[in-house]
C-alpha cells in the first residue's frame, strides 16, 4: 500500500468510520462562532426541531475513559439540545450511525465483544424503540451439539517483539479471549465439533483467522502467523426496505517490508437483515468504500480508488457486478500537482441527486473539501454546496427527509493548513453542521469538536 493510501484512510475510517483503526480526539472546540466556514449567504432560515421531518441527528463522539480514547453513537435535537447517549461499549468503541428509512432502526460499526466474531470489526444493528442489538457480520452464531479441543500455536512474524500474553485467541461460540501462555500455545476447550473458525488478535493489522475441522471428543492443531491479518466490516448502508445492508468488507494484514507495514484491501458487500450473505463486489480495486443504495433500491453508489483520486460508480442495486456507470471521476492534475476526488456518496430522497465530498490534495499532504451536488446520470457540472476555509475538510454529507438540508462533519486543523501529518497527530477539531441542500449559511449543530458521521 502507497503510504498516501494507508493516510487517508486513516482520515477515511473516522469520517465513516469503518474498517478500522478509528480516529479519536484528544482536545475539544467550546467556540460557538461559525468559524467563517460558509459559501457566503446571510439569509438562511434555522430549521427548529420537527421542521425537517426527523427531529433527531445520530452521530459519534469520542471521550476518554480510564485513559482510552473510544466512542460511542449520540442522538441530539437538530439544533443541538438533549444530547443522549444511545451506547455504551466501553472498552469497545461505537461509530459511523447509518439510519434506516422508516426511522426505527441504527446501523454501526463495532468492535463489541468481538471474542464472538471472526472478525475485528463488525456491522451492528440498533433497534430504537427497545435497544436491541443484533450483530450483522462476523458469523457468530452456532448451535453446539458436540465438542473437541483445539492445540493454538502462534508465531510472531512481525518483528514488534511482543509478549504472548498480549496475544488474544478466540473461536466460534467461545465466551471471552483466552490468552497465549510463555510458549505461544494454548488449549482451547470445548470448542464446537465440525467447521469451526479460530482467530489470534493483536490489533487492527496484527491477527489471524483460519477454519479448523475439530472432531468430536477429539483434538486438532492449527498455528497461526500474525502477519496473516484481519477481517472487519464497517460502513453499513440500508436497502430501502430494511431487508439488506451494504458495507465495506475489508482485510488488514501486516507486511513487514512494506511502507508503512499496515496493509489493507477493501470491497463492497451486502447482507440481509439476518446477516446471511447475499451478494459482493468481485474484481474490486481494494479502494472500494462507502456504499449506499438509491431511495428504490435499483442502484448502489460507492466510491472507487485510487485514494484522493477516488471515482464515485454506479451499479445495480440488485447486482454488484452488472454494469458500472462513473458518474463523477477523480484524477490528477500534472499542471498543479494536485490530486482531486469524489468521496462519501449519499442519494438524495428524490434520487436524482448524489451529495459527496469534493477533495483536493497537494503535493505536500494538504487537504481541503467541499461538500457538492452531482446529477445521477453524472451530467453537467458539481455544484458546491459548502465553501469552507482553506484548513478545513466538509464530509459525510447526509440529506434530511425530504431532501432540503444535508447535514455533514466539518473536520478543521488547528494550523493554518489541514496536512495528513494533522490527521496523524489528531492537531483538529471535527464538528457537525447542517446547511440547505440548495446552499446557504451552515449551522453548527455541535461544538465539542470530537463528534463527527451524522445521519437523519
Not at 128 to 149: A, F, M
Amino acid at each position: 500500500m502507497e503510504p498516501k493510501k494507508y493516510i487517508y484512510f486513516v482520515i477515511t475510517v473516522w469520517l465513516t468510520c469503518l474498517l478500522i483503526c478509528f480516529l479519536v480526539f484528544s482536545c475539544a472546540d467550546d467556540d460557538d462562532t461559525d468559524d467563517g466556514n460558509n459559501n457566503g449567504s446571510s439569509a438562511t432560515p434555522t430549521p427548529t426541531p420537527g421542521s425537517t421531518g426527523n427531529d433527531k441527528i445520530y452521530y459519534n463522539r469520542s471521550t476518554v475513559s480510564g485513559g482510552v480514547l473510544y466512542s460511542n453513537i449520540y442522538a441530539m435535537n437538530i439544533d443541538g439540545s438533549d444530547k443522549r447517549q444511545l451506547t455504551n461499549m466501553f472498552p469497545y468503541t461505537a461509530l459511523d450511525p447509518a439510519l434506516s428509512n422508516d426511522g426505527q432502526s441504527l446501523a454501526f460499526t463495532s468492535n463489541f465483544e468481538s471474542f464472538k466474531s471472526v472478525n475485528y470489526y463488525d456491522i451492528f444493528t440498533l433497534q430504537l424503540s427497545d435497544q436491541t442489538l443484533k450483530r450483522i457480520t462476523g458469523n457468530e452464531y452456532i448451535q453446539v451439539n458436540n465438542t473437541g479441543k483445539v492445540n493454538v500455536t502462534v508465531n510472531d512474524k512481525t518483528n514488534y517483539g511482543m509478549n504472548p500474553s498480549a496475544i488474544m485467541v478466540s473461536y466460534q461460540g467461545c465466551d471471552n479471549f483466552k490468552t497465549l501462555n510463555s510458549n505461544w500455545k494454548v488449549t482451547l476447550n470445548n470448542v464446537p465439533a465440525g467447521n469451526t473458525w479460530v482467530k489470534v488478535v493483536f490489533n487492527r493489522h496484527i491477527g489471524g483467522y483460519k477454519t479448523v475441522t475439530v472432531p468430536v471428543g477429539g483434538t486438532t492443531s492449527v498455528s497461526f502467523k500474525l502477519n496473516e491479518g484481519n477481517f472487519l466490516a464497517s460502513q453499513a448502508a440500508w436497502f430501502f426496505d430494511g431487508s439488506k445492508i451494504a458495507g465495506v468488507s475489508g482485510y488488514a494484514y501486516y507486511a513487514k517490508n512494506s511502507v508503512p507495514p499496515e496493509q489493507g484491501f477493501d470491497k463492497i458487500g451486502v447482507w440481509a437483515s439476518d446477516g446471511s450473505f447475499v451478494d459482493d463486489l468481485q474484481n474490486g480495486t481494494g479502494y472500494d468504500l462507502n456504499p449506499v443504495f438509491s431511495p428504490g433500491g435499483n442502484y448502489l453508489a460507492y466510491s472507487r480508488g485510487p485514494i484522493t483520486r477516488e471515482s464515485i460508480v454506479l451499479v445495480p442495486g440488485n447486482n454488484l457486478n452488472g454494469s458500472k456507470q462513473v458518474i463523477a471521476e477523480g484524477g490528477y492534475d500534472t499542471s498543479t500537482i494536485i490530486s482531486y476526488g469524489y468521496t462519501m456518496p449519499d442519494w438524495s430522497p428524490q434520487g436524482n441527486t448524489i451529495a459527496c465530498t469534493y477533495t483536493l490534495t497537494n503535493a505536500n499532504g494538504d487537504l481541503n473539501g467541499n461538500i457538492v451536488l452531482i446529477n445521477r446520470d453524472g451530467s453537467g457540472s458539481p455544484v458546491a454546496v459548502t465553501a469552507v476555509a482553506s484548513n478545513a475538510l466538509a464530509t459525510s454529507a447526509d440529506f434530511n427527509h425530504d431532501g432540503t438540508w444535508i447535514t455533514y462533519t466539518l473536520i478543521t486543523s488547528k494550523g493554518t493548513t489541514l496536512n495528513v501529518l494533522d490527521i496523524l497527530a489528531l492537531n483538529f477539531t471535527s464538528d457537525i453542521y447542517i446547511v440547505p441542500s440548495t446552499g446557504g449559511t451552515p449551522t453548527r449543530v455541535t461544538t465539542d469538536g470530537v463528534s463527527g458521521s451524522s445521519c437523519w
